[in-house]
C-alpha cells in the first residue's frame, strides 16, 4: 500500500520561496511522482513530475523556472522547490504516485495515490 504524506506548506509573501515535500511510504513499487495543485475555485492542474528509472524531470510550462522536483532515495521523500513566489501560486499543493511503467503524464486521473494536500497560501 502507498501513502503519500505532504508537508512544508504555510504562509509566504510573495518574491518568497518554500519547499515543499512528499514523504512515501512503499516507495520501492513508486516510479513516478508528481506535484499537483489546486487554486480556490479551480480544477487541480500539474506542476511538476519525476520518474526515476531513468530519471527524468517534467515541468509545466508556467512554472519552468521557478519550480525543481528533486527526490531523495535515503528519505523516501520528493521535493518540490518553489522560488520567486507569486499570489497566483495561491493553492493546495499535492503529490501523487504511480506505479505504472513510463511516465504517466498530467493528467491527475493517471495517478491512482494521492495525499491530503498542503496548502501554499502567498500574500502580496
Known amino acids: 500500500q502507498v501513502q503519500l504524506v505532504e508537508s512544508g506548506g504555510g504562509l509566504v509573501q510573495a518574491g518568497g520561496s518554500l519547499r515543499l515535500s512528499c514523504t512515501a511510504s512503499?516507495?520501492?513499487?513508486?516510479?513516478?511522482i508528481t506535484w499537483f495543485r489546486q487554486p480556490p475555485g479551480k480544477e487541480r492542474e500539474f506542476v511538476a513530475g519525476i520518474y526515476w528509472p531513468k530519471p527524468s524531470t517534467f515541468y509545466a510550462d508556467s512554472g519552468k523556472g521557478r519550480f525543481a522536483i528533486s527526490r531523495d532515495n535515503a528519505n523516501n521523500r520528493v521535493y518540490l522547490q518553489i522560488n520567486s513566489l507569486k499570489p497566483d501560486d495561491t493553492a493546495i499543493y499535492f503529490c501523487a504516485g504511480a506505479t505504472s511503467r513510463g511516465y504517466p503524464g498530467s493528467s491527475p486521473a493517471l495517478y491512482p495515490y494521492w495525499g491530503q494536500g498542503t496548502q501554499v497560501t502567498v500574500s502580496s
Open positions: 512503499g516507495l520501492f513499487s513508486v516510479y513516478t
